[in-house]
């Protein structure tokens, strides 16, 4: 499984319809979950970003599907990264060469 970090801002049009936020967030998830991409948590947040989103999948290519529909909607901008487990990482590590 590979695991995503979707970060994501209100465009003016989210902020006009700010209130339909929760209700637009359940139909990412089911929408996701038709792609085979889990939504491991979803949170809004304060500051320079106004959502968070920890997805995984066995496809990267649907992760890039539906975080793209979801921008074309035009409520959000998004920001996606690839995101490691300790474990995971360790392995990336274990992979450099001696310096």
Do not use: N
């Amino acid at each position: 499984m590979v695991r995503y970090i979707l970060l994501v801002k209100y465009t003016d049009a989210g902020i006009a319809r700010i209130r339909d936020t929760v209700a637009r967030a359940a139909d990412f998830c089911a929408t996701a979950a038709a792609l085979g991409v889990q939504v491991e948590s979803q949170l809004w947040t304060l500051g320079e970003f106004d959502g968070v989103l920890t997805l995984v999948s066995d496809d990267d290519e649907q992760v890039i599907a539906v975080t793209t529909h979801l921008a074309q909607k035009g409520f959000v901008r998004t920001r996606l990264m690839r995101a490691y487990t300790e474990g995971e990482f360790t392995d990336v590590l274990a992979t450099m060469p001696a310096p």
